[in-house]
């Protein structure tokens, strides 16, 4: 019987990413969001949401079939090997920053301390209001 808590709905707005990812890693990510019919974000949004709380986010089968992917996409990586990835055709030192320009307004809002909506709208956070109270006071 579902109780209360699991039929709340919660509204939320999704922004689009650009995010990298090891390709096989991904490849099994996508094949696993396609065998449970949901979209690869939202397979994503349930992961961390899970780990966030400390807990794993796949049952027994789901977890069979992970390893089943793996081994057909030859992924052979485990959470050993998150902070030792490298890219291919770059020695093993740490990766460099990108240089151009930032995206328009991501200058603007890491300055004044502020988060940038979805819609492109800046939205100065509650640490922005103190420092700019406190200049004005002084």
Do not use: W
Not at 29 to 58: C, N, Q, Y
Not at 101 to 126: E, N
């Amino acid at each position: 019987m579902k109780t209360a808590r699991s039929q709340d709905q919660f509204v939320i707005e999704r922004v689009q990413t650009g995010v990298r990812m090891e390709k096989r890693l991904l490849k099994v990510l996508k094949a696993l969001a396609e065998f449970h019919d949901l979209t690869l974000g939202d397979l994503l949004e349930g992961i961390v949401l899970h780990a966030f709380d400390g807990k794993t986010a796949f049952q027994k089968p789901s977890r069979k079939r992970i390893k089943e992917l793996k081994r057909f996409y030859g992924l052979d990586l485990d959470s050993r090997a998150s902070h030792r990835l490298t890219e291919a055709g770059k020695p093993g030192g740490p990766r460099k920053a990108r240089s151009g320009t930032m995206p328009r307004g991501t200058a603007k809002v890491a300055s004044v301390g502020a988060t940038k909506t979805a819609s492109g709208r800046i939205v100065r956070t509650a640490a922005h209001e103190r420092a700019t109270k406190r200049k004005r006071h002084q």
